[in-house]
């Protein structure tokens, strides 16, 4: 029995010959196979022409299992031979997620209103993760943002949108996607998220964030986030839009609070922001550009 | 450089193809009948299928500025990707007929971004080419608007979910967490493509750091500097 150099993939094993693939027949595999075109190379690697010419052959408009298993000389009462374990797929609206791989922590209690100020002052009350992201989230700070949280920011990049220095930290890479002018760090007092968008009208004068979840999560496209979006604010310091207030009660761990209509923002759901909200603009833009 | 005969022409008419060993004019012209639009990235995986040897694919947005060295088991790709929903969204929606292999894949696998993509093992590489070829010729039966989701599913979410199937490893060159900070081994446009079409001052900018780069890194091949300049202008 002569073995092709090398394998066909089916019923979970490595084969190499007609007789093997025969015993091993994987109609969905090999369908794949067929269609791709590497079947008809192993075939011919095999020097199996009689086969090769039955599955010229082949009509592509009928039924493409049974035609190969004819084409190999298989019993058509022969099922796929597979015995791999099925596995359960999720439903399509859900994404498995544990609520221990949220990168939220314990108390992750925030709100996201116009009018609301976030005045955790110890990290207990503030942590949005294992890294203390939300770390220490004085009034008007927002400091030590994980990594793993906030796809795609360097360590601490939120670093202190206090009065002063709210500078975007090392997340430059991430300005320059929404930039349309450059690559800069964003710098300014109380202004870090506004620099970030062209149309600052939709994200706050004083540099808010606003424009935050208001509780249903919607997608944040690439090239569409100037519209979008979420609506609220939050406060960087009093008098000024767009900081989180410091709650306390049984919301659950990650869950949020929208002030004013008390809309319930779920961890599943603020995850998915995170990811569109990090992956769609990092999309857009690269990386490394502004490292050569 | 594997490529059409379009690309090939282009190359060797403007001194281009001195960057390579050889142009290899692998990608037929019908990509065997998938539909260009919704897979435009189709002729990559007939490439993968039909090199004469075994290579790491790179695509032409991606600069690899340092060798690196690869694994001789493990399949090697750019990084991983989240599964965010509007990329990936559940692959049944597609509505793809004749692709009986979808049933069996884990939904849940992190996608691999294939800017950089070696397969050491030749026969897993003929699975995962042929199967990916297989999903595209069945999806173009039912034409769509979409020109993202099918394709970075046929690519890069089939490919992590055939090593998952098989058992394969996949060894990434870089962090997904951690792909914005601070390195100088790898460049990838991306996205910033489109950027850099919009905006000239972005792409002038880019280009001329990179001719800089290429003189200081690669004093060699700065040569083709110039020859790139006039197939521009």
């Given at each position: 029995m002569k073995n092709c150099g090398w394998y066909l993939w089916l019923n979970g094993r490595k084969i190499y010959n007609i007789r093997d693939l025969r015993e091993n027949f994987d109609t969905a595999v090999l369908s794949g196979y067929f269609l791709g075109g590497s079947l008809m190379k192993w075939l011919s690697d095999l020097g199996e022409n009689s086969i090769i010419k039955r599955l010229g052959s082949v009509d592509m408009n009928s039924d493409i299992g049974s035609?190969?298993?004819?084409?190999?000389?298989?019993?058509?009462?022969?099922?796929?031979?597979?015995?791999?374990?099925?596995?359960?797929?999720?439903?399509?609206?859900?994404?498995?997620?544990?609520?221990?791989?949220?990168?939220?922590?314990?108390?992750?209690?925030?709100?996201?209103?116009?009018?609301?100020?976030?005045?955790?002052?110890?990290?207990?009350?503030?942590?949005?993760?294992?890294?203390?992201?939300?770390?220490?989230?004085?009034?008007?700070?927002?400091?030590?943002?994980?990594?793993?949280?906030?796809?795609?920011?360097?360590?601490?990049?939120?670093?202190?949108?206090?009065?002063?220095?709210?500078?975007?930290?090392?997340?430059?890479?991430?300005a320059a996607f929404v930039s349309v002018q450059a690559v800069n760090m964003i710098q300014s007092s109380g202004s870090s998220f506004r620099r970030l968008f062209a149309s600052s009208e939709i994200f706050g004068t004083a540099g808010s964030f606003r424009g935050f979840l208001s509780g249903s999560y919607k997608g944040f496209y690439a090239g569409s986030y100037l519209l979008s979006l979420f609506g609220g604010s939050f406060l960087i310091s009093s008098g000024m839009y767009g900081s989180f207030l410091r709650l306390s009660g049984a919301l659950g761990e990650g869950s949020f609070v929208y002030i004013n209509n008390g809309i319930t923002v779920t961890a599943e759901e603020f995850r998915r922001t995170l990811i569109n909200l990090s992956s769609c603009p990092l999309n857009a833009y690269g990386y490394g550009i502004n490292l050569v | 450089?594997?490529?059409?005969?379009?690309?090939?022409?282009?190359?060797?008419?403007?001194?281009?193809?001195?960057?390579?060993?050889?142009?290899?004019?692998?990608?037929?012209?019908?990509?065997?009948?998938?539909?260009?639009?919704?897979?435009?990235?189709?002729?990559?995986?007939?490439?993968?299928?039909?090199?004469?040897?075994?290579?790491?694919?790179?695509?032409?947005?991606?600069?690899?500025?340092?060798?690196?060295?690869?694994?001789?088991?493990?399949?090697?790709?750019?990084?991983r990707e989240y599964l965010s929903p509007d990329i990936y969204p559940d692959p049944r929606l597609f509505g793809v007929r004749g692709f009986p292999l979808l049933d069996r894949l884990d939904f849940g696998v992190l996608p691999c971004n294939t800017a950089f993509l070696h397969i050491p093992d030749d026969s897993f590489r003929m699975f995962y080419a042929g199967q990916s070829i297989a999903f595209m010729k069945a999806a173009s039966e039912n034409k769509c608007g979409d020109r993202l989701c099918r394709m970075v599913f046929a690519e890069q979410r089939l490919l992590a979910m055939l090593c998952e199937l098989t058992g394969t490893d996949i060894v990434p060159l870089m962090d997904m967490d951690r792909l914005f900070i601070a390195q100088e081994n790898y460049t990838h446009l991306w996205g910033a493509k489109q950027a850099m079409r919009d905006n000239e001052g972005l792409r002038a900018g880019f280009v001329n750091r990179c001719r800089e780069r290429i003189r200081n890194d690669f004093p060699d091949h700065a040569d083709l500097i110039g020859a790139i300049d006039e197939c521009t202008k």
């Open positions: 035609q190969l298993e004819f084409a190999f000389g298989v019993s058509p009462d022969i099922k796929s031979a597979h015995s791999g374990e099925i596995k359960p797929q999720n439903p399509p609206t859900e994404l498995p997620v544990k609520a221990s791989e949220l990168g939220i922590g314990d108390t992750a209690v925030f709100c996201f209103g116009r009018a609301s100020s976030f005045s955790a002052y110890s990290e207990a009350a503030s942590s949005f993760g294992a890294a203390g992201s939300f770390y220490g989230f004085a009034e008007s700070s927002f400091y030590g943002f994980a990594e793993s949280s906030f796809y795609g920011f360097a360590e601490s990049s939120f670093y202190s949108i206090a009065g002063t220095e709210s500078s975007f930290g090392l997340a430059s890479s991430y | 450089m594997v490529t059409d005969r379009a690309a090939a022409e282009y190359y060797r008419k403007n001194g281009i193809d001195k960057a390579w060993d050889s142009v290899l004019e692998l990608i037929p012209e019908d990509i065997e009948g998938i539909d260009p639009e919704m897979f435009w990235a189709a002729g990559k995986l007939i490439a993968l299928r039909d090199i004469p040897q075994n290579a790491a694919l790179i695509d032409e947005d991606l600069i690899v500025w340092n060798k690196t060295e690869l694994s001789g088991k493990a399949v090697t790709v750019a990084h």
